[in-house]
């Protein structure tokens, strides 16, 4: 890359926010979709690892790197991504969980990648101890927690203020290690100064570690990951995302099932015609099972006040995913 200024609108893109007729009949109140799962890579993480590994090629802007990234799958993924666009080598270790599929995606892309450990902690270890210290023209790309990666996902509510005329009363995603719902709180807080929207996080039990954070009142960390949803399988959120669950009143935390998770992939596949992993179906799980007006605490009002809110649900996508794989889900659980 040398001297070139590398041009983040290659990285990721402006996604969609399109009105959903299925899912808000299913809701009970006006949803709309932020389609992160277009961005180059599958999943929102373009969007974050693009703009910290931006912002890396911006501060060694006369010499290459090789850019280094642990992930269960989709982090990993986006780092390849944007290291081919970036014309840079990249290193990437996931853990013993991620699926054969996501690494040949990120193999096909250029990248090295390395298989180590039990769960994203394990193999994030293995990269900084074995790998990242013995290369001087290493850049470590976190998958969640880092500023930059923070800011990129931010953005994400710029786009929402631009593009929905109506207020928007709450925003659903879901929570792994915390990169995206950090970029959704800061973008909450520098573009809505009165009343905030609900930001509703959700986890699936079994890699439920906010939750399990503010239900205990202290940061704490999972004995382990359990959930079929491994792309929210950080056994610890970072420090930021605890302190937002600590500061923000309008920052809800919801668990569901892995069952429900099945079922937001399957239904949101029949409702929107489109494949997101089962971390992505946790989110929209909540739009079905009734979660989402709990959360919001709007049990108290009127169906016909309800039916006037307005909802986004950070469609995250996610490219663990196939057809065969739901098929599977459907079964093991007993989803129609």
Same mark, same amino acid.
């Given at each position: 890359m040398g001297s070139c200024d590398p041009e983040p609108q290659k990285l990721f893109i402006e996604t969609p926010c399109i @009105?959903?007729?299925?899912?808000?009949?299913?809701?009970?109140?006006?949803?709309?979709?932020?389609?992160? =799962?277009?961005?180059?890579?599958?999943?929102?993480?373009?969007?974050?690892?693009? /703009?910290?590994?931006?912002?890396?090629?911006?501060?060694?802007?006369?010499?290459?790197?090789?850019?280094?990234?642990?992930?269960?799958? =989709?982090?990993?993924?986006?780092?390849?991504t944007a290291a081919a666009v970036l014309a840079q080598p990249?290193?990437?270790?996931? @853990?013993?969980?991620?699926?054969?599929?996501? *690494? &040949?995606?990120?193999?096909?892309?250029?990248?090295?990648?390395?298989?180590?450990?039990?769960h994203w902690a394990l193999a994030d270890a293995y990269l900084r101890s074995?790998?990242?210290?013995?290369?001087?023209?290493?850049? /470590?790309?976190?998958?969640? &927690?880092?500023?930059?990666?923070?800011?990129?996902?931010?953005?994400?509510?710029?786009?929402?203020?631009? +593009?929905?005329?109506?207020?928007?009363? #709450?925003?659903?995603?879901?929570? #792994? #290690?915390?990169?995206?719902?950090? #970029?959704? *709180?800061?973008?909450?807080? +520098?573009?809505?100064?009165?009343?905030k929207p609900t930001v509703v996080a959700v986890e699936t039990v079994g890699a439920d570690s906010l939750n399990a954070s503010v239900r205990a009142g202290k940061h704490v960390t999972l004995p382990g990951i359990t959930s079929i949803a491994t792309s929210l399988g950080a056994p610890r959120v970072s420090e930021r995302t605890f302190a937002w669950s600590r500061e923000a009143p309008y920052l809800k935390s919801v668990v569901v099932t892995d069952a429900e998770a099945v079922m937001g992939s399957v239904r949101f596949a029949d409702d929107a015609r489109m494949l997101v992993e089962v971390a992505c179906g946790a989110t929209i799980a909540t739009v079905y099972n009734g979660d989402l007006r709990k959360a919001m605490g709007c049990d108290g009002i009127s169906d016909e006040e309800w039916s006037r809110k307005n909802v986004v649900v950070i469609v995250c996508g996610g490219s663990n995913v196939t057809l065969q794989i739901l098929r599977d889900y459907q079964e093991k659980y007993g989803v129609k």
């Open positions: @009105p959903s007729a299925a899912l808000s009949r299913a809701a009970g109140c006006n949803i709309f979709l932020k389609l992160e =799962n277009l961005q180059p890579s599958g999943s929102f993480k373009s969007r974050a690892v693009g /703009y910290m590994m931006y912002r890396a090629m911006l501060a060694k802007p006369a010499g290459n790197v090789h850019f280094y990234c642990s992930s269960g799958g =989709n982090a990993g993924l986006a780092c390849a990249c290193t990437i270790v996931v @853990p013993l969980t991620t699926a054969a599929r996501m *690494m &040949d995606k990120m193999r096909l892309l250029g990248a090295k990648v390395h298989q180590v450990g039990t074995e790998l990242l210290a013995h290369d001087a023209a290493g850049v /470590y790309v976190p998958p969640f &927690d880092h500023a930059h990666i923070w800011e990129g996902a931010s953005r994400i509510v710029d786009e929402l203020v631009a +593009q929905l005329a109506p207020a928007i009363d #709450g925003i659903v995603c879901n929570c #792994g #290690g915390g990169g995206l719902l950090n #970029g959704i *709180m800061a973008g909450v807080e +520098q573009n809505f100064g009165g009343k």
